[in-house]
């Protein structure tokens, strides 16, 4: 398999950049987390969402589970990150620049 992170070339501190990484479903696994959680909670979804309203995908009876998960900060804190981001990530700060997470908010969501 091809190393999804090609070798990057170090820069100097003068050169070093802010490099923008997405948060939900880039580096940490959002969508995976929030199934997993779900099922824990009893109920039946798909393997994968079309997107993130899972109100609108799932159902009134889910969506109001998955907006208790989105206000507690302990969920947050709790999903995972994918592997393969976590390497990236390391391959851009041995590189010389500052990796700053970014995402869209949630405005329901306290954390």
């Not at 802010?18 to 479903?25: E, K, N, S």
């Not at 159902?59 to 947050?76: F, I, M, S, Y």
């Not at 700060?93 to 908010?105: L, Q």
């Amino acid at each position: 398999m091809n190393d999804p992170w090609p070798a990057l070339h170090p820069v100097s501190t003068a050169k070093a950049l802010p490099v923008l990484v997405d948060c939900d479903g880039v580096l940490a696994m959002f969508v995976e987390h929030m199934i997993a959680s779900l099922r824990r909670y009893g109920h039946t979804v798909p393997d994968t969402a079309e997107h993130y309203d899972f109100l609108r995908q799932f159902g009134d009876k889910v969506g109001v589970t998955a907006r208790v998960l989105l206000k507690d900060e302990a969920w947050w804190c709790s999903i995972p990150p994918y592997e393969e981001a976590q390497r990236g990530v390391e391959r851009i700060r041995d590189a010389g620049h500052e990796v700053v997470v970014v995402t869209s908010p949630w405005l329901s969501c306290e954390t």
